[in-house]
């Protein structure tokens, strides 16, 4: 198994774990590193569809993250 696939996997458990906890911040951030490793693994493949969706879930929960963290501090 190459490396590659290894980062998918990683992806694929991170986002995974994402959905079954209940904190939003760390779902976030389980679903930004999560989404990087799937970009990786889909930028490997050349699949630019998913690429594409994966640049779009990663920005979705970093504007999240930022948006809960813009609230603690007003």
């Keep these: ?12 458990l991170l986002i995974s774990t994402g959905i079954i906890t209940k904190k939003r911040k760390a779902q976030d951030i389980l679903y930004i590193f999560g989404g ?9 493949l050349k ?17 999240d993250l930022i948006k809960i963290r813009l609230k603690k501090t007003v």
């Design 1 to 12: 198994m190459n490396i590659i696939k290894i980062i998918g996997i990683v992806g694929l």
């Design 47 to 63: 699949d630019a569809i998913f690429v594409i969706l994966q640049i779009i879930f990663i920005s979705a929960a970093g504007y």
């Design 36 to 44: 990087l490793c799937l970009a990786t693994y889909s930028t490997y």
